[in-house]
């Protein structure tokens, strides 16, 4: 790697100084916005859904910032990079607060908490869970295909794909499925990208299973993903596509439990 002069560093660090400012500034908006929401049960949804947007606006700057030592110093800047991933875990989490981490549950288990923001329409909360993709997505890119944090970010899309179907309204959906109906099209673009988003999950973590960790709780976390996809079918009385996902679940299952007793005997043999 070439020497990077004095000149470089300067303009560099002069360049990314209004940048780190604004990112001080949202991390302190955080902190107050905490405070207030702690112990707080009205209106502490929507707040929660603010931190989230913050926190996504906090990673597009640490993106920035890495773009910016790409372009001036020629290295990538893994600390804001790191710090971009953690931001992306942290929407994630702050949604979580809104709207559960349940991957496949009735949708009464957490319908009550879907009340509390029944005012956060429908355009809103599609163009939340495309900016969320987006973010992970260009995060992982600058990362790089062979980053150490290559298995992070299956977990990483996994919650946010939990997330994003868990802010849809299932009890009010199928009567909403009227083009007619104000904010069709969001609702539709959000429940064909839930969907993709459960079956990618489900591959991802089988992916990671086979490939890195070989731990039986990321297989069954790849099976639920797929419960929750057809379940989702099974609502819409999409029975061909039901039948579909029930038969590649009981594919995966056959495997897992083969596996399982694999690893039984081998811990016998140890």
Same mark, same amino acid.
């Given at each position: 790697? &070439? ?19 604004? +990112? ?32 996504? @606006?906090? &990673?597009?700057?640490? #993106?920035?910032? @890495? ?46 908490? #879907? ?22 997505? &260009? ?7 062979? +980053? $150490? ?12 794909? &939990?997330?994003?179907? @868990?802010?849809? @309204? ?19 673009? *959000?429940?064909?990208?839930? *969907? ?14 086979? #490939? ?7 297989? $069954? ?7 929750? #996809? ?22 995966? $299952? ?13 811990? $016998?043999?140890?």
């Amino acid at each position: 790697m &070439a020497k990077i002069s004095n000149e470089a560093r300067q303009q560099y660090f002069e360049r990314i100084k209004e940048y780190k400012q604004i +990112s001080e500034t949202i991390l302190q908006r955080e902190k107050s916005l905490l405070k207030i929401v702690k112990g707080q049960t009205a209106g502490a949804a929507y707040k929660y859904i603010t931190l989230s947007e913050d926190r996504l @606006n906090l &990673a597009s700057y640490y #993106l920035l910032l @890495n773009a910016l030592s790409m372009t001036l110093l020629g290295v990538k800047n893994d600390a804001f990079l790191n710090d971009a991933r953690k931001s992306c875990y942290q929407a994630v989490i702050y949604l979580e607060e809104v709207v559960s981490n349940y991957i496949d549950v009735p949708f009464s288990d957490y319908s009550d908490l #879907l009340e509390e923001i029944d005012g956060y329409e429908d355009d809103k909360r599609y163009h939340l869970v495309r900016k969320i993709g987006f973010t992970i997505q &260009a995060v992982e890119e600058a990362f790089g295909a062979n +980053s $150490k944090w290559r298995w992070s970010f299956v977990e990483l899309e996994g919650r946010f794909a &939990a997330v994003a179907k @868990n802010l849809i @309204n299932f009890k009010t959906f199928i009567a909403q499925m009227d083009p007619s109906v104000d904010g069709y099209a969001a609702r539709m673009g *959000q429940m064909e990208l839930v *969907q993709s988003m459960l079956h990618q999950a489900a591959d991802r973590y089988r992916e990671k299973y086979e #490939l890195s960790t070989l731990r039986i709780d990321d297989f $069954k976390r790849a099976i639920a993903f797929l419960a929750a #996809l057809k379940r989702i079918h099974t609502l819409f009385g999409e029975v061909e596509k039901s039948e579909e996902v029930k038969r590649k679940m009981e594919v995966w $299952k056959s495997k897992m439990e083969s596996d399982e007793k694999i690893h039984a005997k081998k811990k $016998k043999t140890v």
